[in-house]
């Protein structure tokens, strides 16, 4: 709550000019806008950003396969994490693959030598 005062400080700063002559006020004021307009550039900056955690940080990531997938499934490992892996290609340890979608707790992958990856729609 406290923290959105800095986004209000350009306001605030007017305050200046009623408690101080102008002369002394208004380079005050022009530091408070300028370090007020470099905040909201990296605020918007980091608004930009592309998503790096959850669900859709996993989506194109490497993982790899840690036990052989078949149609029952397997396992793969992704940053040192063992999760269940689905695919409908056979894929042996050791394999890379990527993850092209999120079924529940099971990753569904790819092999990376696949030139036609599955829709990354597949997060449910």
């Given at each position: ?12 700063g007017l ?8 002369p002394?006020a208004?380079?005050?004021y022009l ?5 007020s ?5 990296k605020?918007?900056q980091?608004t930009?950003?592309p998503v790096?955690t959850g669900?859709e940080?996993?989506?194109?990531a490497?993982?790899?396969v840690?036990k052989?997938?078949?149609a029952k499934?397997?396992q793969?490992r992704?940053?040192?994490e ?15 693959a990527h993850?092209?979608g ?6 569904v992958?790819?092999?990376?030598d696949?030139e036609?990856p ?5 997060v449910?």
């Amino acid at each position: 709550m406290w923290c959105h005062l800095l986004l209000a400080m350009p306001v605030l700063g007017l305050g200046l000019f009623l408690a101080l002559p102008w002369p002394l006020a208004l380079p005050l004021y022009l530091v408070i806008g300028a370090l007020s307009l470099i905040l909201y550039v990296k605020i918007w900056q980091g608004t930009r950003r592309p998503v790096r955690t959850g669900q859709e940080g996993m989506l194109g990531a490497s993982v790899t396969v840690t036990k052989p997938i078949t149609a029952k499934g397997g396992q793969v490992r992704y940053r040192n994490e063992l999760w269940s892996a689905m695919s409908q290609d056979h894929l042996d340890a050791g394999a890379q693959a990527h993850i092209v979608g999120i079924r529940g707790m099971r990753l569904v992958v790819q092999d990376l030598d696949d030139e036609q990856p599955e829709a990354l729609d597949a997060v449910s």
